[in-house]
Structure formats: structure tokens, C-alpha cells
């Protein structure tokens, strides 16, 4: 008795070092599932598979849990955003590659998107998580910036983030060539004269 008595100490142990991530994950998914409203210390809790007690205890309250969720997706974005950029040729067409991203972001990761953008919106309303979802801002501003230069890395990451939004309310959703279009006339300034607009009307060129 005397000698299982150190085995089953640790098994209650904190041995369970992967613990405090599957809850962030797990966050991840409920919002997914039910949304913000979702999000609950037992709903999280059945989620990851742990005691309602390890919820409370590595997050004690609800924005405390929507505040990891958010890391953890940002985390996981600005990973994926490092590969994107780091794979882009140097003389990549940028506005074309820009477009690419977002279709990509609003067909194949579509549910990732709205997770995400669930949780960057509660930003608005909670401050504790107003600092992980600036993270994922600062590092599109970086990125972009680092292709063309830093007034337009900030104008560019405004526009991405705006039309995954609205591409991921909208239906239908915009086409690649809109959205090609939008990255084109932030990267290279005013059409020239004559160009068809978003529209589909023709710009009148001004008589010299």
C-alpha cells in the first residue's frame, strides 16, 4: 500500500503540463461551436476534457479564458503569416499574392476566420483583450510593410482585415479580381485615366 501510494501522488500531480493548452484550445473550439456567448468554464472544460476545477484554476474568470483563446489564435496567424511572406518571391506580384491570401482565408479557412475575428470583435468590449488582438494588427503592418513601406503597410493590413470581414458576411462573397483590384489601387495609388472602376463604370478622363 505503502509503496503505490508515490504513483497515485503522481497522477494527481500537476503532471499534466499539456493541461493549460488543451483549455486554450478547447476555448478555441467552443467559440467555433456556439460563439462567444458559448464560451463557459464547463462548456471549455468539457471541451478539453479536464475537471471543471482546471478551468478555474489556470483561468479564473471568462476573460480570462477568451483572453488565451485570442493568443493562441493570433499566435497561430502570425505563424502562418511568416511562412506565407517567407515563401513569397522577392519580385512576387504583392497586390495578386495579397488576393490569393484572402480567398484563402475565406474558402478553405473560412470557420478558422470567423473564430477569429469572433474574438477580435470582443476585443471591443472587454480591454484585458485588447493587447493579443493588437499583436496580430502589429504583425500585418510589419509584414506588409516590409513589401512596400511602412504608410502603406498599415493602409494594407486596414484593408486586409476589413475585407476578410466583410467577405466573410457577405453573399455572395466578392471575387478575387475585386479584391486584386483594392490591393492593386493601395499599392500603386490612383487608377490611371479611363480605368473601369469597382463599379464597372468608366472613369471620364478630364479634357486638357
Avoid at 456556439?34 to 471568462?62: E, K, M, N, Q, W
Avoid at 489564435?73 to 518571391?89: D, G, I, M, R, Y
Avoid at 480605368?195 to 478622363?205: D, F, M, T
Wanted: aromatic content about 6%; charged content about 25%; hydrophobic content about 45%.
Amino acid at each position: 500500500m505503502a509503496k503505490s501510494e508515490p504513483g497515485a501522488t503522481r497522477r494527481r500531480g500537476p503532471n499534466d503540463p499539456d493541461r493549460r493548452a488543451r483549455i486554450a484550445k478547447a476555448a478555441i473550439e467552443v467559440v467555433a461551436q456556439r460563439g462567444i456567448d458559448g464560451v463557459t468554464h464547463r462548456s471549455v472544460a468539457a471541451a478539453a476534457g479536464v475537471p471543471l476545477g482546471s478551468t478555474t484554476y489556470h483561468f479564473a474568470t471568462l476573460d480570462d479564458l477568451l483572453e488565451v483563446a485570442l493568443h493562441e489564435a493570433a499566435e497561430k496567424n502570425v505563424h502562418a503569416l511568416k511562412e506565407w511572406e517567407s515563401a513569397l518571391p522577392p519580385d512576387a506580384d504583392f497586390a495578386a499574392a495579397l488576393a490569393d491570401l484572402v480567398m484563402g482565408y475565406i474558402n478553405e479557412q473560412y470557420r478558422d476566420t470567423v473564430v477569429e475575428y469572433d474574438l477580435y470583435v470582443a476585443a471591443l468590449h472587454r480591454p484585458a483583450l485588447r493587447k493579443a488582438s493588437a499583436a496580430w494588427d502589429e504583425a500585418l503592418i510589419a509584414f506588409f510593410g516590409s513589401r512596400t513601406d511602412p504608410l502603406t503597410g498599415r493602409l494594407l493590413a486596414g484593408l486586409f482585415c476589413g475585407l476578410l470581414m466583410q467577405a466573410a458576411l457577405a453573399d455572395p462573397r466578392p471575387g478575387r479580381a475585386e479584391i486584386e483590384t483594392l490591393f492593386r489601387r493601395a499599392i500603386d495609388g490612383p487608377a490611371a485615366c479611363g480605368q473601369a472602376a469597382l463599379s464597372r463604370e468608366s472613369a471620364a478622363c478630364p479634357q486638357g
